[in-house]
């Protein structure tokens, strides 16, 4: 199958869900637009509640596109590819909707700054979390603000730090990034549809309210986001992480 950003719209709830088969895997243009759909819903006065899904079973995201990382060359590029996932946090921060995540599967690196960045998430108990970027030689840079703003510094420390573990998605709701955690993909949907049409009856300007209030004190993230993914940008071209890249070519 095919790359794709999707968006339908249901008894006025639009899921919006993005695939890739390598176990979805977010090359650039797909991040841009992914944002870009997320920033028209958010614009659309047909659409109450946004779901943010993703196809497929086993996995939620895997993170950002490796084949578009190992081709790095020099620090323009690596910043322009490390901000692809700042472009879609900083469009859900600013979507003057709630964003519902409904997260099925695995969720790796960027994956898991995605799922941190809605306003309510829900998981399967298939939803283990990994942030795997010190493993060769970066860092969750752009997506640790807002991992850390929904689970603390302590928990995304220690995440950051033990690359090479999957915590289970009831670790990652004792932590606060998943509202409730389900014991099949099908309770999922339907607990997930059940949650986004009742928000719909909900007075609109309240959530747009709310919502100022649960992002607020992050008017910086244009700026943030985008010096972090400086940052990830020029240690991918690092000698460690260059000898590190070379053994998966």
């Known amino acids: 199958m095919e790359p794709y950003v999707k968006q339908t719209i249901d008894n006025d709830v639009a899921y919006i869900e993005f695939f890739h088969p390598a176990h979805n895997s977010l090359p650039g243009n797909v991040l ?3 944002a870009q759909t997320i920033t028209d819903a958010g614009k659309n006065n047909n659409i109450k509640v946004i779901v943010l899904k993703s196809g497929g079973e086993r996995t939620f995201c895997a993170g950002a596109s490796f084949e ?3 081709n790095i060359d020099d620090a323009a590029t690596g910043k322009v590819f490390f901000s692809g996932f700042a472009n879609v946090i900083n469009a859900m921060r600013k979507c003057p909707k709630f964003i519902i995540g409904r997260i099925q599967g695995k969720t790796v690196g960027g994956g898991v700054g995605l ?3 809605t306003d309510y998430c829900m998981a399967s108990k ?7 970027e010190l493993n060769i030689g970066i860092g ?5 603000p807002a991992i850390e703003r929904k689970m603390g510094l302590s928990a995304m420390s220690q995440i950051a730090i033990d690359a090479n573990t999957f915590y289970s998605a009831e670790w990652a709701q004792q932590k606060g990034l998943f509202t409730q955690v389900y014991e099949s993909t099908e309770a999922l949907d339907e607990a997930v549809k059940t949650t986004a049409e009742h928000l719909c009856t909900y007075n609109p300007e309240a959530m747009v309210e709310m919502k100022k209030v649960f992002w607020s004190g992050t008017d910086n993230w244009d700026d943030l986001l985008a010096e972090r993914a400086a940052t990830s940008g020029r240690l991918v071209l ?3 992480t ?3 890249l070379k ?3």
């Open 140 to 144: 969750p840079f752009v997506v640790g």
């Open 242 to 244: 260059k000898e590190k």
């Open 68 to 70: 578009e990382l190992i």
């Open 238 to 240: 690092s000698e460690f």
């Open 247 to 249: 053994g998966f070519k």
């Open 115 to 117: 799922a941190a960045s």
């Open 126 to 132: 298939f939803a283990a979390i990994k942030l795997s």
């Open 32 to 34: 841009a637009e992914l």
